[in-house]
T-cell receptor, first 115, second 114 residues
Framework: AQTVTQSQPEMSVQEAETVTLSCTYDTSESDYYLFWYKQPPSRQMILVIRQEAYKQQNATENRFSVNFQKAAKSFSLKISDSQLGDAAMYFCAYRSALRDDKIIFGKGTRLHILP | DAGVTQSPTHLIKTRGQQVTLRCSPISGHKSVSWYQQVLGQGPQFIFQYYEKEERGRGNFPDRFSARQFPNYSSELNVNALLLGDSALYLC?????????????FGDGTRLSIL
């Protein structure tokens, strides 16, 4: 069974600085997708960034980028120029590309932005 | 365009009661999934429906059931409520089933069991 592990329950970063959230996963599949979702206090789960496992190039969305290490099964999220609006729970997630399957979420990392 | 809408926003029930949660997907989306998010945890998959057929079921007891209607909206039913059913219930919709299809989440229904 696939698992997703986020080892940092909470992190803090100064506004305008850079922060990296860690995620590791376990799977025997070769084709899958990885995601980072943001959940602010408003509760809605918002997709931040997506990575296809077959692509070696790391995904980037504006201030958000990932470091995808397939062999190490590592998928970290880097947030540059942190803003107060980035404060939220961040979930790393996995989904198989081979089966009609569920998204598997990690337990989340709560990110605090210090003004 | 409207996003995924869920109702009600909040709900308070007592143990043993039954509850129905509702979800309307984004227009054109045919797949709906349900997740349970207990406080302090990541969401856990409950059900996935596509074209009114159940396509996936998570590790939840038979007290949990769901269905999808011809207009692709969905209901999640939970019978014989337990204290442990207190959680945020999230609905997500996508156009199809492919793994890379982005899933769009609603704001959830907060269910509290007294």
């Amino acid at each position: 069974a696939q698992t997703v592990t986020q080892s940092q329950p909470e992190m803090s970063v100064q506004e305008a600085e850079t922060v990296t959230l860690s995620c590791t996963y376990d799977t025997s599949e070769s084709d899958y997708y990885l995601f980072w979702y943001k959940q602010p206090p408003s509760r809605q789960m918002i997709l931040v960034i997506r990575q296809e496992a077959y692509k070696q190039q790391n995904a980037t969305e504006n201030r958000f980028s990932v470091n995808f290490q397939k062999a190490a099964k590592s998928f970290s999220l880097k947030i540059s120029d942190s803003q107060l609006g980035d404060a939220a729970m961040y979930f790393c997630a996995y989904r198989s590309a081979l089966r009609d399957d569920k998204i598997i979420f990690g337990k989340g990392t709560r990110l605090h932005i210090l003004p | 365009d409207a996003g995924v809408t869920q109702s009600p926003t909040h709900l308070i029930k007592t143990r043993g009661q039954q509850v129905t949660l509702r979800c309307s997907p984004i227009s054109g989306h045919k797949s709906v999934s349900w997740y349970q998010q207990v406080l302090g945890q990541g969401p856990q998959f409950i059900f996935q429906y596509y074209e009114k057929e159940e396509r996936g079921r998570g590790n939840f007891p038979d007290r949990f059931s769901a269905r999808q209607f011809p207009n692709y909206s969905s209901e999640l039913n939970v019978n014989a409520l337990l204290l442990g059913d207190s959680a945020l219930y999230l609905c997500a919709s996508s156009f199809g089933l492919a793994g890379g299809q982005p899933q769009h989440f609603g704001d959830g229904t907060r269910l509290s069991i007294l």
